[in-house]
């Protein structure tokens, strides 16, 4: 049989328990926080054009070439101040197709394009999509918080699926 402990015993064990588990729940959430923030850095440097686009050049580029990750097409200007282009860039990715047209905004200072419209805004924050993925696991996994993990991980798997249907 085993002997009893004594209180005092108990009660440091029962502290140092504590003690690990607050520190367990503190550097998980701060590791989630660190991948949601870093989700939403990743996506806003698209998604504040496809966003703001007001003082921007918006109009559509008909893709003629892809290469080596990028599709190149002639840009039609369709906001005033906006100059038609021989020439303009965008991201190929399995949503840009050749011989497609596209309503795009010009990133400023630069002949690069990035989509627009609600299939444009969606893509710009697939980043954060699988952010909220990964976070979903952490919070599960190192502070077995369930439900707010059911939360992220549905958010970040709805916004990934709404993503899939706008672009198709």
Do not use: N
């Amino acid at each position: 049989m085993i002997p009893a402990m004594p209180a005092t015993a108990r009660t440091a064990r029962q502290a140092s328990v504590s003690a690990l588990r607050l520190g367990r729940v503190a550097t998980m959430g701060a590791l989630a926080a660190l991948i949601l923030f870093a989700g939403v850095w990743g996506s806003w440097g698209t998604a504040q054009h496809v966003m703001l686009p007001k003082g921007r050049e918006r109009g559509t580029v008909r893709v003629t070439r892809c290469a080596e990750g990028v599709c190149t097409g002639p840009f039609t200007p369709a906001s005033a101040g906006a100059g038609s282009r021989a020439r303009v860039e965008i991201e190929q990715s399995v949503a840009v197709r050749s011989g497609t047209t596209y309503d795009v905004v010009l990133k400023p200072g630069s002949g690069e394009a990035v989509r627009s419209g609600p299939a444009g805004v969606l893509y710009a924050w697939v980043p954060l999509g699988g952010a909220l993925l990964l976070a979903a696991v952490v919070v599960a996994g190192g502070m077995r918080l369930v439900r707010p993990a059911w939360v992220l991980g549905l958010a970040g798997a709805g916004l990934l699926t709404a993503v899939f249907v706008a672009l198709q």
